[in-house]
């Protein structure tokens, strides 16, 4: 279908690729440079009801911006290898992340 580009004022840049109403995946780019590529996105039957930055396409919506803005800042600490700080691992639990071995391989997917 189409890509949409937000980019926040930290320089954190989410493409959402959408390949139909019920199919996306996110890239994820911090001042240029691709830290993410290709995360799956949770479409689901959302009414009129999208978060914040989500694309809505025939009530169908992904995660918002602010699940994604949280998922680019834990990967760029991953990247900057600060996995291992408590502060960042209570964060990413947080977010909805199930697992600690679910972060640690989309980090190594980033490298």
Request: glycine fraction near 10%; hydrophobic fraction near 35%; charge should be negative.
């Amino acid at each position: 279908m189409h890509d949409k580009t937000t980019t926040m004022p930290d320089g954190f840049t989410i493409i959402r690729h959408r390949f139909s109403v019920t199919q996306g995946e996110v890239s994820i780019e911090y001042h240029g440079d691709l830290i993410a590529r290709h995360y799956g996105d949770d479409i689901e039957l959302v009414g009129e009801k999208a978060e914040p930055g989500s694309e809505l396409i025939g009530g169908f919506a992904g995660r918002g911006d602010a699940y994604w803005h949280d998922a680019a800042q834990m990967l760029l600490a991953c990247k900057n290898n600060h996995c291992q700080d408590e502060s960042f691992q209570q964060r990413a639990f947080a977010c909805g992340w199930k697992a600690r071995a679910e972060l640690e391989a989309s980090t190594r997917s980033v490298e």
